[in-house]
C-alpha cells in the first residue's frame, strides 16, 4: 500500500513563501514520477508540477513557472514544492500524488495514489 502525506501548508501573505512537502511510504516510491496538484474552492483540481523518478525532468504549469520549484529526495522518500512569490489566486489544497510510471505528466489520469492534501492560504 503506497501512503502519501503532505505537510508545510499555512498562511502567509501575498510574496511569501512556503515549503511543501511530500512523504512516502513503500519501497517503489523511487521508481515513480511525482505530481503536486491543487484544488481552489469551487474550481476543479489543476496540475502545479511534476518531476520524474531520478529529479531529470520537471513540468510545470504556466502559472507557476518561475515562482515553484519542485524537487526530490529518493533517499528520505520526499518530494518537496517551494513556492516563492505566492498570490492569493494560489490559495487551494494542494495534493501530492504518485503516478502509474516513470514519466512526468499533468493530467491526473495518470496518477494512481493520492496524498489527503494540505491547505495553502495567501493573503493580500
Known amino acids: 500500500q503506497v501512503q502519501l502525506v503532505e505537510s508545510g501548508g499555512g498562511l502567509v501573505q501575498a510574496g511569501g513563501s512556503l515549503r511543501l512537502s511530500c512523504a512516502a511510504s513503500g519501497r517503489t516510491f523511487s521508481s515513480y514520477a511525482i505530481g503536486w496538484f491543487r484544488q481552489a474552492p469551487g474550481k476543479e483540481r489543476e496540475f502545479v508540477a511534476a518531476?520524474?523518478?531520478?529529479?531529470?525532468?520537471?513540468l510545470y504549469a504556466d502559472s507557476v513557472k518561475g515562482r515553484f520549484t519542485i524537487s526530490r529526495d529518493n533517499a528520505k522518500i520526499t518530494v518537496n514544492l517551494q513556492m516563492n512569490s505566492l498570490k492569493p489566486e494560489d490559495t487551494a489544497v494542494y495534493y501530492c500524488?504518485?503516478?502509474?510510471?516513470?514519466?512526468?505528466?499533468?493530467?491526473?489520469?495518470?496518477?494512481?495514489?493520492w496524498g489527503q492534501g494540505t491547505q495553502v492560504t495567501v493573503s493580500s
Open positions: 500524488a504518485r503516478a502509474w510510471g516513470s514519466e512526468v505528466a499533468g493530467t491526473e489520469a495518470r496518477y494512481a495514489y
Open positions: 518531476i520524474t523518478w531520478n529529479g531529470g525532468i520537471t
